[in-house]
């Protein structure tokens, strides 16, 4: 029998994640990059988006270590952050700050480029997966007969070389949001998917500093910040997450089409202009590590290859090739984790020789799809002026949502609930829980009844001495 090859478009994290899981049902797998990958956590220009604050949810902890045996340790050892958001984070709702109270949820940070050194070089450990750097993708062989099969990947190396073209079984679309698949299906006669959009207009402006210990007060006891907008009169959010090294990323989002300020000068002075000047003041005590760093690159994308009217056998596509969330949400890294996960079931169940795959997987996975893009876009949704068709049962449910995370960090059990949910260890509709519903009415009647909202706006700080050595 013939050797049978799985060739991955793109080495993103849903690409890397997807090779993992086709070497247990191909011969081999090859992965293409334009880029040169760099040798440790280094940043490469295919990733724009990767100097700005990313969040490894603690499902993608959790399925990354499970993919990549010795991931979670490697990232402590290199000097990863273990967070409890509840207990580290100094959180600025949009009724003031959040109280300080642990919970079950515990995530990593660290920079973007250290995930994807890790799992790149985890990956490179199984023998046979093979990674083709500083080479493009151009175009899609095929074959025709009764329908139209993907039989190969046209390749331009980047250094020069000879144009070639890798013949493969499997052909995996983990390009990212700037894939050029759907010009070549048009170039091949097809339609394309069908595609939703929802846009927020947000921008990210980030900038990296050195963290002095010793500068900062004893009794500032956060590990990181975040600062929620006010849509009816603040439009820039503002966070600051902790990255090995001894290092900080700030971000400013900001929404509605009030871009945050690409200019080193202008971003510092925005910092103190934010609900709160916490950020402002540990900026003050650092030392700037870069420039600042702008990207806008931020709307929903969903192409719709569950209801695609084509057929191309032996095709896929995933991660934001396929479905692109909002980062201010942090789901990507997770949701392209889990459908190359979903993948591998794919394939387990019906057999890498049924031609049936690609529409299973596609069904299989738009079903989880829906589920964090419908968190996504909800949060959206209740930006002023945004883009995009908003499903009648959004409207319905979506100020209860709404209610929800503003009673959260009223009734601990809420707040868990929530972040499981957040954290994809549960799905959005265990919000709806008849038991959750009632806990989120008692919390809203009591806080109607008490004006908390009045009473916690006022404080610009957080509290240092509530929960301090918690």
């Given at each position: 029998m013939a050797n049978t090859h799985a060739i991955v478009i793109g080495g993103s994290m849903a690409g890397l994640c997807a090779a993992r899981v086709l070497s247990k049902f191909y011969d081999k797998v090859t992965v293409i990059d334009r880029d040169a990958y760099p040798a440790g956590a280094h940043e490469r220009p295919g990733v724009p988006q990767s100097r700005h604050v990313h969040a490894l949810l603690m499902r993608g902890r959790i399925e990354l270590d499970r993919l990549f045996p010795g991931f979670e340790q490697q990232m402590l050892d290199c000097g990863a952050i273990e967070i409890n958001f509840g207990r580290d984070f100094a959180a600025l709702r949009?009724?003031?700050?959040?109280?300080?109270?642990?919970n079950s949820i515990t995530t990593l940070f660290a920079s973007r480029v250290l995930i994807e050194a890790t799992v790149r070089g985890l990956l490179r450990r199984i023998a046979n997966v093979e990674l083709i750097e500083r080479a493009e993708a151009v175009g899609l062989e095929t074959v025709r007969g009764d329908s139209i099969r993907v039989s190969g990947v046209k390749v331009n190396p980047r250094d020069g070389g000879a144009a070639f073209t890798l013949s493969g079984d499997?052909?995996?679309?983990?390009?990212?949001?700037t894939t050029k698949i759907p010009s070549w299906l048009e170039a091949m006669g097809l339609p394309l998917p069908p595609e939703t959009v929802v846009d927020s207009h947000t921008g990210y402006a980030s900038r990296w500093y050195?963290?002095?210990?010793?500068?900062?007060?004893?009794?500032?006891?956060?590990?990181?910040?975040?600062?929620?907008?006010?849509?009816?009169n603040v439009s820039t959010a503002g966070v600051l997450f902790p990255v090995e090294g001894s290092r900080m990323i700030v971000s400013l989002a900001g929404i509605g089409g009030h871009y945050p300020p690409s200019d080193e000068a202008e971003f510092t002075a925005k910092l103190g202009q934010l609900r709160s000047p916490i950020i402002a003041e540990e900026v003050a005590l650092a030392e700037p590590m870069s420039q600042v760093y702008s990207y806008r690159q931020m709307a929903n994308r969903w192409r719709h290859y569950d209801r695609w009217g084509a057929r191309l056998d032996g095709f896929v596509a995933l991660g934001d090739s396929s479905c692109a969330f909002n980062p201010v949400y942090g789901q990507g890294m997770t949701s392209g984790a889990l459908s190359a996960i979903m993948l591998g079931e794919c394939l387990e169940k019906n057999g890498i020789n049924d031609i049936e795959v690609p529409r299973k997987f596609f069904a299989a996975q738009a079903r989880f799809q829906a589920e964090p893009w419908g968190l996504a876009t909800a949060s959206d949704f209740r930006i002023p002026g945004t883009e995009g068709k908003r499903p009648m049962m959004s409207r319905?449910?979506?100020p209860v949502i709404g209610k929800m995370f503003q009673v959260a960090n009223d009734d601990p059990e809420i707040g868990e609930r929530l972040g499981e949910v957040i954290n994809m260890m549960k799905p959005p509709s265990a919000l709806f829980d008849m038991s959750l519903l009632r806990l989120i009415a008692k919390a809203w009647s009591r806080r109607l009844i008490k004006g908390k909202k009045q009473e916690k706006e006022a404080a610009t700080m957080p509290p240092l001495a509530l929960g301090a050595e918690g």
């Open positions: 949009a009724d003031g700050w959040a109280e300080r109270r642990p499997l052909i995996v679309d983990a390009s990212g949001r050195k963290v002095n210990p010793e500068r900062r007060p004893r009794d500032w006891w956060w590990k990181g910040v975040w600062i929620d907008p006010v849509a009816d319905v449910l979506d």
